[in-house]
């Protein structure tokens, strides 16, 4: 039993020798493995902008004795504390542990290798260099030309790393139609409007905050001529004897059009007698627009009429015509005076280069209460120079045509400038009594003047009313005849008195 025990006890200490001297091996494997160089630092991808500073590591341990040294591509940089690569960017520091290449540039861009050399065989670390460069844009063309209604292109190339993406804007900041991304822009049905500066931008990110890279392209758009006239120049009504008239228009067009005046079939440049025209013109708005200019000299009769602005260019012509007007102003209503509770004196002041022949007065009671309705549907129309209309349709309006006495004159007669004057002068005020007013009543009164050349536009409304006034004897020259026979006759021919500062006669 004993021997049993002994003999178990035998193989129990063999087998644990066998494990100690095992575990003693492994620990002196491990001793000798830890001797053996490798690389501390780890490899990496720099993205570095053009300009700036990089530095690569090239951390070992157990470096020994061996060598460190450094390769872009096939090209030997340093071995050991040794630069071998003449480049004064170049700095490398603790044996090659690490470089530095300072001024980044885009040729840098690359693979850069350390290499360890041991006795067994070389140990390489490799990294890679990315520049980065902001983006670069120009324009395929810097002006395009096209006419309107066609289509056009505009093209900028762009260049950077990475590569720059390009969207498109108008400098005046205008809203594109379409894609605005792209290194196209496309531009269909063109008009003038379109012409000007478009801006491609690009944007790759490697740009300085808040700064925009772009490029400028300028579309030039030709069109026919374009002609505008202000409202309010398209009829001027100028006095006799004035020294000068000057009339205009706006002209825009690409190319640049020839511009004449003309006045019925005559060009005013090629029949200029003692300078009676002058023609000038001025730039207004944007670079393809004129104000043109056409100045008359010492106004006369025979100088009122219709001109024209006439532009032409290689692609169609635009006119229109300004009238220089004889005709008379609106008249101005002045304060009158009741002088009955049925009779109004009517006072207007006279804006006519010529003598006046007529004068239109239109009037109507303002009717409230039940028929307060008329004020907003009378048919009747007192616009522009046109008669008032259906007048004898309503019960409360009428029309009164008043002529001024006139003298006839043998064929071939031609007043003097001072006569005319003279005449002009006894014209400038107008007075009319109306009769036969209902009493308390309001009204609403316009007035039109007429001369040679025409009618006035209908003076603005006045109104007056009935309330204050006594009861009086009808004046001599408020004779009228009643509403109802007014609205027979329609129109009647009475002399108005007129306000003259010496009392003559009214006469041609």
């Known amino acids: 039993m004993n021997y049993c025990v002994s003999f178990v006890s035998i193989i129990i200490l063999g087998c644990l020798s066998s494990s100690v001297n095992s575990v003693s ?29 990089v530095t690569f590591p090239c951390h070992v341990n157990n470096k020994g004795a061996d060598v460190i040294t450094w390769k872009n591509g096939i090209r030997l940089l340093t071995a050991g504390p040794i630069k071998v690569y003449n480049e004064d960017r170049l700095i490398h520091r603790y044996n090659g542990s690490e470089i530095t290449l300072r001024d980044v540039q885009p040729r840098d861009e690359g693979e850069y290798a350390c290499q360890l050399n041991t006795m067994d065989s070389p140990i390489e670390l490799v990294h ?32 950077g790393n990475p590569p720059p993406t390009i969207h498109w804007r108008r400098l005046d900041g205008e809203e594109l139609q379409g894609p605005t991304i792209g290194s196209r822009l496309s531009l269909e049905k063109i008009d003038r409007g379109m012409a000007g500066k478009y ?38 009504h100028p006095k006799l004897k004035q020294l000068y ?12 059009p020839d511009v004449n005046w003309q006045r019925g079939r005559t060009v005013l440049s090629h029949h200029d007698h003692k300078n009676k025209y002058q023609m000038t013109s001025k730039p207004i708005g944007d670079q393809n627009t004129r104000m043109f200019i056409l100045t008359i000299r010492d106004i006369r009769e025979e100088d009122f009429g219709n001109y024209t602005c006439h532009a032409t260019n290689s692609l169609g012509l635009d006119k229109h015509e300004i009238v220089v007007s004889g005709k008379p102003l609106p008249p101005t209503i002045l304060p009158g005076v009741g002088t009955s509770k049925t009779q ?15 004068h239109n007065i239109y009037y109507e009671r303002i009717i409230h209460g039940q028929q307060q309705k008329f004020l907003h549907q009378s048919s009747v129309r007192c ?126």
């Not at 006519?352 to 007529?358: I, N």
């Not at 316009?446 to 009861?471: L, M």
């Open 25 to 53: 091996s492994s620990y002196s494997n491990l001793m000798y493995s830890s001797n053996i160089a490798y690389f501390h630092s780890q490899q990496q991808n720099f993205k570095i902008k053009i300009g700036d500073d």
């Open 128 to 159: 890679h260099l990315d520049v980065l460069i902001p983006p670069r844009i120009v324009p395929r063309e810097a002006e395009v030309s096209v006419k309107a209604g066609s289509r056009a292109e505009l093209e900028c190339v762009a260049h």
């Open 199 to 236: 801006m491609c931008l690009a944007k790759n990110g490697v740009e300085e905050e808040g700064e925009e890279i772009y490029a400028l392209i300028k579309l030039q758009v030709q069109y026919q001529p374009e002609i505008q006239v202000d409202g309010h120049k398209r009829h001027y």
């Open 245 to 256: 008239l000057s009339i205009s228009c706006n002209v825009s067009a690409d190319p640049a």
């Open 344 to 358: 109004y004196k009517l006072r207007w002041k006279v804006d006519s280069a010529f003598p006046v022949r007529e």
């Open 383 to 508: 616009y522009g120079q046109n008669d008032c209309t259906d007048c004898e349709m309503q019960d409360s309006c009428n029309m009164l045509n008043i002529r001024a006495e006139q003298k006839h004159q043998p064929q071939g007669w031609r007043r003097s400038l001072e006569d005319l004057q003279q005449l002009l002068d006894s014209q400038k005020e107008a007075e009319q009594v109306l009769i036969e007013l209902v009493p308390d009543s309001r009204y609403r009164v316009k007035i039109q003047t007429v001369n040679e050349f025409g009618r006035s536009h209908w003076s603005k409304d006045f109104e007056f009313d009935t309330y204050g006034a006594e009861t009086q004897r009808p004046s001599l020259f408020s004779a009228f005849s009643s509403t109802s026979s007014l609205r027979a006759l329609n129109f009647l021919l009475v002399v108005p008195l007129l306000i003259m500062d010496r009392r003559l006669p009214l006469s041609l």
